[in-house]
C-alpha cells in the first residue's frame, strides 16, 4: 500500500508542476487522454508526456502500473508533436533527477520482503526502460525542431537512466533483507524461502534451520500462502501385506520406521507432494527425524508465532469424507514442545486428559478442515470443527527407539476424530494390541510445519 500511497503522490506532484502548461495542449493528435493508472486517473497529452518520462524512474509504476507497454502505447499514439514537447521532456529532466532519493525515501519504510522484490523487478527494467525511451526520442525527432529537440530527450533519457541505476545501487546497499531467516546465509524454513521470494515455485529446497547442518527439504508454496515445509509423508496400510523391503515382521521393525526419534526416516520419498502407489507397493513412512522438524517449529517460534501443522489427507480407501486438508495449531506452545512427538501422541497436545478424550480441545489447541481462515501473514488459525468438542486420545504408551523413549497414541497426534462429529479420521495406528495396527486400510497423507 506504501508503495501505491508514494506512487500516486509522485504522479500527482508532477500533474501539478504542469498545471499551467496544459492550457494549450502540447501534443495534439488522434483521441485527447492518457488513462495512468487502475483510479481512471486522466492526463491531458502534454502532462502525459512528463509523466511518461518522470515515471521511468518510479519503481512501483514499473511494477505495478506496466510501464514499459504504457510507454509503447504513448509512442505509436503520438502521431505529431510541436515544439512544447521540450518543456514537458525538461521537466521530466529535473524531476527524474530527484527520483533516486524520492525512491530511497519511500521504499525506507516498506517491509524488507517489498523491499527485495522492488529491487529486481527495478533492476530488470532498465534495459526495457532504455529502449523505449529510445524510442520515444525518436518520436520526438519527427516534430517541430527536430534535432534540438531529439537532443534534449537524449539529455532526459541519460539522466532518467542514470537514476534508475543510482535507485538500484541505493537499494542494493541500504535494503537489503534482514531479520531472523533473511539475512545472508540460507533459510531456516520453507517459509523463509516465500518470504525471501513470494513467486517461489514449489519443490526441494536447502533449508537450515538454527542448531543444524542444512539439509534438503520439499516446500510446498502453491497453496495457504507458501512456506510449508514438509517433515512427514505416510503411505500407511497394510503393512502386514508387504511383499518386499522394507518388511515388517514386528513391532519393533514397525516403530523404526514410525517413531524413530534419531534418523531420517525414506527421505527419498519426501521430494514431491504426490504419491506413486499402486495397491501391492509396500507402506512406508519417511519422516525428519526429532530434531529436524522441531527446529523447523522452533523457527516460527523465533518469530513470535505459533507454528501451524498441515495435513493434506489424499486418500482413505475406508473413510473417503475424511479426505481434505486439515490444519492443528497449539495456540500457545511452550519454547521447548516437541513438535515430532506431538505428531505421534495426541496427549501432548495438552498434557491432559478424561477417557478417552484430550482436554483442552478448542481452547488451548484448535483444528479446521479446508480452512478459509487461514492468516497466513500472521499465522494464525481459527477453530472450525463444525460443533465437534472432543478430540481422540485414546490411550498413551511409550517404548524405546534407538535409545530414546517416545511416547504414541493409538491413532497418533493428528485430527483424532475432531471433525464433525466423524470417525475414522487419523493417519496411522500406532497401538500395537490394536487390529488395526500395521493393518490400516490404505491411508495417503502428507505433513508440513509453517
Known amino acids: 500500500m506504501l508503495v501505491k500511497q508514494w506512487t500516486r503522490g509522485l504522479v500527482l ?69 510541436d515544439a512544447r514537447i521540450s518543456v514537458a521532456i525538461a521537466t521530466a529532466t529535473s524531476t527524474g533527477a530527484q527520483a533516486s532519493s524520492q525512491l530511497s525515501a519511500a521504499v525506507s519504510g516498506i517491509s524488507a520482503q517489498v523491499a527485495g522484490r522492488i529491487q529486481s523487478s527495478f533492476a530488470s527494467a532498465i534495459s526495457v526502460q532504455t529502449s523505449q525511451l529510445g524510442a520515444l526520442s525518436s518520436a520526438v525527432a519527427v516534430g517541430p525542431g527536430g534535432l534540438s529537440e531529439m537532443a534534449v530527450a537524449a539529455m532526459a533519457q541519460s539522466s532518467i537512466t542514470a537514476s534508475i541505476s543510482a535507485a ?41 534451520p538454527l542448531g543444524q547442518a542444512s539439509f534438503p527439504a520439499f516446500c510446498e508454496n502453491d497453496f495457504y500462502g507458501g512456506g510449508w515445509t514438509m517433515v512427514e509423508k505416510i503411505n500407511a496400510g497394510p503393512f502386514r501385506a508387504n511383499t518386499q523391503p522394507p518388511l515388517l515382521p514386528d513391532a519393533a521393525a514397525f516403530f523404526q520406521m514410525v517413531l524413530n526419534p534419531t534418523q531420517d526416516v525414506n527421505t527419498q520419498q519426501m521430494q514431491t507432494s504426490t504419491f506413486d502407489f499402486v495397491q501391492t507397493a509396500p507402506s512406508w513412512v519417511a519422516s525428519l527425524n526429532q530434531a529436524k522438524t522441531n527446529a523447523i517449529a522452533a523457527a516460527t517460534m523465533d518469530d513470535g508465532q505459533a507454528p501451524v501443522v498441515r495435513i493434506d ?36 497436545w495438552t498434557n491432559v486428559t478424561a477417557g478417552h478424550y484430550v482436554v483442552g480441545y478448542e481452547r488451548n489447541f484448535v483444528l479446521a478442515k479446508n480452512p478459509s481462515s487461514f492468516n497466513s501473514e500472521k499465522n494464525v488459525l481459527l477453530h472450525d470443527a463444525c460443533g465437534d468438542r472432543t478430540f481422540g486420545a485414546w490411550g498413551q504408551f511409550y517404548t524405546m527407539v534407538n535409545g530414546v523413549n517416545v511416547s504414541y497414541s493409538r491413532h497418533g497426534g493428528l485430527i483424532g476424530d475432531g471433525h464433525c462429529n466423524g470417525g475414522n479420521q487419523w493417519v496411522c495406528t500406532l497401538q500395537t494390541t490394536d487390529p488395526r495396527f500395521m493393518n490400516d486400510a490404505v491411508r495417503q497423507s502428507i505433513v508440513y510445519i509453517r
Open 13 to 81: 506532484g508532477a500533474i501539478a508542476s504542469l498545471s499551467h502548461a496544459q492550457a494549450s495542449p502540447a501534443i495534439t493528435a488522434q483521441g485527447s487522454t492518457i488513462t495512468v493508472r487502475a483510479e481512471e486517473l486522466v492526463l491531458s497529452r502534454q502532462a502525459g508526456a512528463a509523466i511518461l518520462l518522470t515515471n521511468v524512474a518510479s519503481t512501483a509504476e514499473a511494477t505495478s502500473l506496466g510501464l514499459s507497454s504504457y510507454i509503447s502505447a504513448a509512442v505509436a499514439d503520438h502521431a505529431t508533436m
Open 168 to 208: 538500484v545501487v541505493a537499494i542494493n546497499s541500504t535494503l537489503q533483507p534482514s531479520g531472523p531467516g533473511l539475512g545472508p546465509g540460507l533459510p531456516r524454513t520453507c517459509r523463509d524461502v516465500i518470504r525471501r521470494n513470494r513467486s517461489a515455485a514449489s519443490g526441494m529446497y536447502t533449508i537450515q
Open 313 to 348: 489427507f489424499k486418500r482413505c480407501d475406508t473413510c473417503a469424507g475424511t479426505v481434505g486438508t486439515y490444519m492443528q495449531q497449539l495456540l500457545d506452545p511452550p519454547q521447548n514442545f516437541n513438535y515430532w512427538n506431538a505428531l505421534r501422541d495426541a496427549v501432548l
